[in-house]
């Protein structure tokens, strides 16, 4: 599966953006999904991910009650709404895809995911 990820930009503070994550192919349905991102100087981190069927997500606590992950399986694409968002989080975003990850734990793990998005841009100004 080939991933593209696109809703990067500059924001300030306090404002809001959605990171989209289209895939090609017709097993999207068939993968687990995950947010990661990595900011400059530091490692790739994960942000968020959610089940194959939608009905499990999970959501790391720097981010939580302010990030929500979805999909939608008919268009292949998986969501990031980011609101709130703060200086800290700029970062290059990248969504992956995971045909293994079943635990909490695999799901925090890059090394559980197969397939990456290129990555898109996100900087909050202050």
């Known amino acids: 599966v080939q991933l593209q990820a696109s809703g990067g930009g500059l924001v300030q503070a306090g404002g809001s953006l959605r990171l989209s994550c289209a895939a090609s192919?017709?097993?999207?349905?068939?993968?687990?999904m995950g947010w990661f991102r990595q900011a400059p100087g530091k490692e790739r981190e994960f942000v968020a991910a959610?089940?194959?069927?939608?009905?499990?997500?999970y959501v790391a606590d720097s981010v939580k009650g302010r990030f929500t992950i979805s999909r939608d399986n008919a268009k292949s694409t998986v969501y990031l709404l980011m609101n709130d968002l703060k200086p800290e989080d700029t970062a290059v975003y990248y969504c992956?895809?995971?045909?293994?990850?079943?635990?909490?734990?695999?799901?925090?793990?890059?090394?559980?995911?197969?397939?990456w998005g290129q990555g898109t841009l996100v900087t909050v100004s202050s």
């Open positions: 192919g017709r097993t999207f349905g068939s993968y687990n």
């Open positions: 959610i089940n194959w069927s939608g009905d499990i997500t």
């Open positions: 992956a895809a995971s045909l293994t990850a079943r635990r909490l734990w695999e799901y925090y793990s890059s090394s559980y995911y197969d397939y």
